[in-house]
């Protein structure tokens, strides 16, 4: 029976993973997969993940030579067989929470499809991951790192003026990569300084950005696009060294490079910065529902993270300078 790296997303496409298994079960993570893309939209990354998971599970399901019975036989003691299976492989808490709950989402969308005549999946429990608070930049900091690439930008080649707005863009309205990468010259309102995102799951969201950041945007369009722009660029708003849409590693390089100019910054990449904007809002004073409204965050638990970070911040403020701490 096939097996496929511990880790799904970095393993095999999906299609390549799923041919290991059995035709009919195998035929069921193809329409999962459809599903997963067509009805609920998700990112090719997020797809990948999912379906790396429940080939897992099925591998599994099917070493048993349970596949005789369809999925029929895939019930709880099935799913924690397999969840105890990745404990012993030493899988982390995050990765066994991640892969309960691919499994529910697989269970649930096979039980309404009637693959499954019960759902097994809300009583099957996992560890609850240790949430790990995000790596952020202290706000003098981040000036410190825009300052950087400001100063990169003064000679007005093409990649620094790019650069310099890919990293305040970032900053400003604490956008992900996928979502930075995705965006396209109509989706930038100049006057009213806004940008239009698709985020996940295809949501639209108008995010405001300030004075700095418009400055750096459009000095890019006007100065330093024209010279990379090509009769394949399209409409695409930051562009790579050849003309084609910057992916995410040339943005995550452009912001490493950024803040690895500033003395004693954290290391921190495109998600750093979407973290330190959130972390800095707050800190200024801006409500936990707007950040939501900001980050596209589905559900305020997500954005709650960020009230730990500056709590631990006021904790280290008050330890270090409080007479009696």
């Not at 109509?186 to 300084?193: A, N």
């Not at 910057?246 to 910065?273: K, N, W």
């Not at 559900?299 to 008050?318: G, P, S």
Request: aromatic share 4%; charged share 25%.
């Amino acid at each position: 029976m096939a097996r496929i790296s511990s880790d799904p997303t970095k393993g095999p496409d999906s299609r390549k993973a799923r041919d290991g298994l059995p035709g009919p079960v195998g035929a069921v993570v193809g329409r999962f997969e459809r599903h997963l893309r067509s009805e609920r939209g998700l990112s090719a990354h997020t797809v990948r993940a999912y379906i790396g998971d429940v080939v897992s599970l099925l591998d599994h399901f099917c070493a048993g030579d349970q596949e005789s019975k369809g999925l029929n036989g895939l019930g709880l003691t099935v799913l924690r067989e397999w969840l105890a299976a990745q404990h012993a492989d030493g899988a982390s808490r995050s990765t066994l929470a991640r892969r309960a709950a691919s499994a529910r989402t697989f269970t649930a969308w096979a039980h309404r499809a009637e693959l499954l005549p019960h759902d097994p999946g809300p009583r099957l429990a996992a560890p609850t991951p240790k949430r790990k608070l995000p790596a952020v930049l202290r706000a003098e900091q981040a000036k410190a790192a825009m300052s950087a690439s400001q100063a990169g930008a003064e000679q007005g080649d093409p990649i620094a003026l790019r650069d310099h707005a890919v990293v305040e863009l970032l900053y400003a309205t604490g956008v992900r990569v996928s979502e930075l990468c995705g965006l396209d010259l109509d989706d930038v309102d100049h006057e009213r300084h806004l940008v239009r995102v698709i985020g996940k799951g295809d949501k639209e969201r108008a995010v405001p950005f300030g004075v700095p950041a418009e400055d750096a945007v459009s000095r890019w369009i006007t100065a330093g696009r024209p010279s990379l722009a090509t009769e394949s660029s399209g409409p695409a708003l930051f562009l790579g060294a050849r003309g084609g849409r910057i992916d995410p590693r040339a943005v995550r390089r452009v912001v490493h490079d950024a803040v690895g100019a500033v003395s004693g910054a954290t290391d921190v990449g495109p998600h750093g910065l979407r973290h330190s904007a959130a972390t800095h809002l707050l800190e200024g004073g801006a409500d936990l529902r707007s950040v939501q409204e900001l980050l596209g965050h589905a559900t305020l638990a997500t954005t709650q993270l960020y009230t730990h970070v500056t709590v631990e911040r006021l904790k280290a403020i008050h330890d270090r300078t409080h007479p009696r701490s």
